[in-house]
């Protein structure tokens, strides 16, 4: 009997000793991030979303030119250097010798990364004829958003490390465009082969790239296996592994994050952010998104065309309350229609000063001292612009009832929100925007341009004086220049006041302690190059 | 047996049909525009949103739309997902092993719980164990489910340290899919330790998901159990002298078991909706989970053909549940 006891308590030892001690491979630095869900797939050209650029672009791209990590700032990426025509309707990009791609199970490379990869990539994306184009549906709804095919005339290889894109008008955010994700450079060669084997979709399956990290496994909604690129160009990451454990529950992913299930996790639940504040093990980093979320006029409809009307109704709005009722804190209050991320923010903006009393005697020196009645549009879905629209709307229906405005909240289905605002039917409307390219351009031109109308301009304003401004900054490309432009633009924008400015959000990743280096990343991507983990 | 077979199977065919024409239609009575859904505040111009609109078929009438489709089904292509573009049956194959697995843990923790429970709260009817079973399975019963598996894991996983937080598998083992059910692949990997990891992956999940099922079985065998028991043939059982364990097992339990296995057979229903909340919760790689997102993205192919596979599944189960009624009461199978 007693003999028995003891050998079920060594075996119950054993196998407890071999449940806690995972496979380590002598020491190997493994990085677990606990992703909020699966990728669509793994060419970051096909695909619009967050989730599936961390997963393919971020880890195992590079693209020509690529943004500084943790900043908006453009550095060389596979081109050391690009050069811009007098007319700025030439780039000419010079590659980078020496980088390697991946090898993999269905392909070994041949070569090093030249222009034949570049062209590759973007012919693909600008030519219907193009034998990849249709492959994987086809869609590259990315290069499409950003005008590209208007804009591209032609892609030329100069020789093998030489590449110009020809545009048919100068743009000088052409370069920020270069640096998102859908630019990312596959190989041409990995192309051919997979075009010759009858299996080009495969291209877009299994990642062949330059990037620091090469795709190892996929589980769809499990895991994601990546290992250190030994031969990477900017030299081999600090970690070994890296491994995505898909959790799509926000809470579920903070309870790994405390059980030391995972390193790194990214939308924590707003709820947890203060006990993981107090947390010892836990490092909670936060940074202004690159976002704003803002409440539009119909500068087109009465009595909106009125800009009394419009700084009026700025005023009346309780701004911090918005942020304590709304944001639960993780916002902070915004008077440029660009977020501070951005460089030629304007630090002198002036913000409208919440104070009913002046809004009131605005409002009826604009002609409506009794108020009027309109309505405020609210969003259905949440996002991180604007977490709760339909609370944000009943505070400044709230807000506005007291200077005698009386408004009705509007909400449709979120399709049919987007449609019907960009007709213009609303009086009053929420939305937001989180930058592409972290280019100025990205939000004042496409907001708030001429051209927008009846787009995404959904205010339809079109001011002369701000038009000419974000006009003559897309044509030149000197930065100081555009920054000064822009700067004026922001004064030019409140003045005319076609938003409420409401919030920037705040991006909270938790991270634990033993991560170094990891830095937040203004696109709301998540970046494991460079990033190290304490012994 | 082969006749009533042959019966059972003539009745899933106008089943069938329904289940395409309901689930066609009905997802294109959801507000939304898949096409707007997907791009979002970004937009997109008329000429390209025309383009996407052949590229998908909706420039098609609806009755074209929906006979393409059945034609589509009766080859064995469910259409391809407007998300990954990949066909839907794979992504299907893919995911189904994991819902399985633990729907069949999940059933077979029900069962193993609740029988016992209502025969043990039936034999002691009126007496404290009955009042504990019948109470703790009513709690069960009422616990929303992401709530109890959030209690789970906060109490076995982050304060106790004895189970995993989510997942089927440590992310520190490699293991390629062959069969897909992770406790076989383990078993059949040389990874060594995987099998006990997959093994401690499932219990919470397998609770949380078995728990409403667990309480009904019980619930359900203690008043077939009780019906039982008044029955005449009890009592001659007992005069005759056989040992009260036999009556009860042989005698009372088999026949107490007919109403039980129709519920068992029901549950299949529940356990595929209690696997959404699961699967989303437990981070398990399985088709509830799957099908949701799907409909938030408004993805046809992807919610058609899943729903129509689960259709298929619960059809199937229902089938197998009435064949089992044979086996256990031999007047059902001769019935005509």
């Not at chain 1, 609210?378 to 506005?400: F, G, K, S």
């Not at chain 2, 982050?158 to 078993?187: A, C």
Request: hydrophobic content about 45%; overall charge negative.
């Amino acid at each position: 009997m007693k003999a028995n006891f003891v050998k079920v308590a060594i075996g119950a030892g054993l196998l407890a000793a071999t449940a806690l001690s995972a496979p380590t491979a002598a020491s190997a630095k493994t990085l677990v991030y606990c992703s909020e869900g699966s990728p669509e797939g793994f060419n970051p050209s096909l695909y619009t979303a967050g989730t599936t650029f961390d997963a393919s672009s971020r880890q195992v791209f590079n693209r020509l030119v690529q943004f500084k990590r943790g900043t908006t700032t453009i550095v060389p990426g596979l081109a050391t250097s690009w050069d811009v025509s007098a007319d700025g309707q030439e780039y000419t990009f010079n590659l980078r010798k020496g980088v390697k791609f991946h090898t993999t199970n269905d392909f070994t490379p041949t070569r090093d990364f030249n222009a034949d990869d570049v062209i590759y990539t973007f012919m693909r994306q600008f030519d219907k004829n193009h034998p990849y184009h249709g492959v994987s549906g086809g869609s590259y709804e990315y290069f499409n958003g950003m005008s590209m095919p208007d804009l591209i005339k032609d892609i030329v290889k100069v020789d093998d490390y030489t590449v110009k894109f020809v545009l048919n008008r100068p743009e000088a955010p052409f370069i920020a465009n270069m640096a998102m994700d859908f630019a990312s450079v596959l190989s041409a060669e990995y192309a051919d082969k997979m075009m010759e084997a009858g299996t080009p979709e495969n291209v877009d399956l299994n990642p062949v790239g330059t990037g620091p990290f090469q795709l190892v496994q996929y589980q769809k909604d499990a895991v994601i296996r990546y290992k250190a690129f030994p031969e990477y160009w900017e030299g081999k990451a600090a970690i070994d592994n890296l491994i995505f454990a898909i959790t799509p529950d926000s809470t579920v992913r903070y309870q790994k994050l405390k059980a030391g299930e995972c390193h790194v996790m990214p939308y924590p639940n707003p709820a947890d952010l203060t006990e993981m504040d107090a947390d010892a093990s836990i490092n909670l980093m936060s940074q202004e998104g690159l976002n704003v979320g803002y409440l539009g006029y119909n500068t087109e409809k009465e009595p909106f065309t009125n800009v009394k009307v419009r700084k009026a109704l700025n005023m009346a709005i309780n701004k911090d309350a918005i942020i304590e009722g709304v944001y639960q804190g993780a916002g902070a209050a915004a008077k440029n229609p660009i977020p501070p991320t951005i460089w030629s923010y304007n630090n002198d903006t002036v913000d409208d000063p919440y104070d009913p009393e002046a809004a009131k005697a605005m409002l009826a020196e604009a002609g409506y001292p009794d108020g009027f009645t309109t309505d405020i549009w609210a969003m259905p879905v949440q996002r991180p612009y604007n977490p709760n629209a339909r609370r944000m709307a009943e505070l400044i229906q709230a807000d506005w009832a007291k200077i005698g405005v009386q408004a009705e909240i509007v909400s449709y289905e979120w399709g049919e929100y987007l449609d019907r605002t960009k007709k213009g039917e609303q009086g009053t409307f929420m939305l937001g925007w989180t930058g592409d390219n972290g280019d100025p351009d990205n939000f004042l031109a496409v907001l708030l341009g001429c051209d927008g109308v009846g787009g995404s301009n959904r205010a339809r304003f079109c001011n002369d004086e701000f038009e000419q401004l974000i006009q003559q900054a897309k044509t030149t490309s000197d930065v100081l220049e555009r920054t000064r432009l822009y700067e004026e633009a922001q004064l030019v924008f409140k003045r005319e006041a076609p938003w409420a400015t409401i919030a920037h959000s705040i991006v909270f990743e938790p991270i634990r302690n033993e991560v170094v280096d990891y830095k937040i990343d203004p696109f709301g991507g998540h970046i494991f190059y460079g990033v190290d983990i304490k012994e | 047996m082969l006749g009533f077979l042959f019966r059972r199977l003539g009745d899933i065919i106008p089943t069938f049909f329904g289940v395409t024409l309901l689930v066609f239609f009905l997802i294109r009575l959801i507000p939304g525009d898949p096409i707007l859904m997907l791009a979002g505040e970004r937009g997109v111009d008329a000429a390209r949103y025309a383009e996407l609109q052949a590229q998908y078929g909706f420039d098609q009438p609806i009755i074209v739309q929906y006979f393409d489709y059945l034609m589509g089904v009766f080859q064995g292509d469910l259409g391809k997902s407007f998300v990954t573009k990949k066909p839907v049956l794979d992504e299907f194959l893919v995911l189904f092993p994991a819902t399985v697995e633990l729907g069949l843990t999940g059933i077979l923790f029900a069962v193993c719980f609740g029988v016992p429970f209502g025969v043990l709260a039936a034999i002691n009817r009126g007496k404290w164990i009955d009042h504990l079973t019948m109470s703790v399975s009513l709690t069960g019963y009422s616990m929303p489910i992401f709530w109890w598996a959030l209690l789970l894991i906060m109490f076995f996983s982050t304060t106790l340290g004895w189970t995993p937080v989510s997942g089927r598998l440590s992310v520190m083992y490699y293991i390629e899919p062959t069969t897909g059910f992770m406790l076989i692949d383990t078993l059949l990997s040389d990874e060594k330790g995987a099998f006990i990891s997959a093994l401690r992956h499932m219990i919470l999940p397998t609770i949380a998901l078995g728990t409403i099922p667990m309480a009904v079985i019980a619930r359900m065998t203690r008043s077939s159990m009780l019906e039982v028991l008044g029955e005449e043939y009890i009592r001659v059982a007992r005069a005759k002298g056989l040992s009260p364990l036999r009556v009860i097992m042989v005698h009372a339990l088999r026949n107490a078991l007919i109403p039980v296995i129709t519920v068992i057979g029901l549950q299949v229903g529940v356990l595929l909706a209690g696997a959404i909340l699961t699967e989303t919760i437990f981070s398990w790689p399985g088709i509830g989970k799957w099908i949701i997102e799907a409909m938030n993205r408004r993805d046809y192919p992807t919610i058609q053909g899943g729903i129509l596979m689960i259709a298929f599944l619960v059809m199937g189960v229902n089938l197998i549940v009435d064949l089992l009624y044979g086996v256990v009461n031999p007047r059902i199978r001769h019935k005509r």
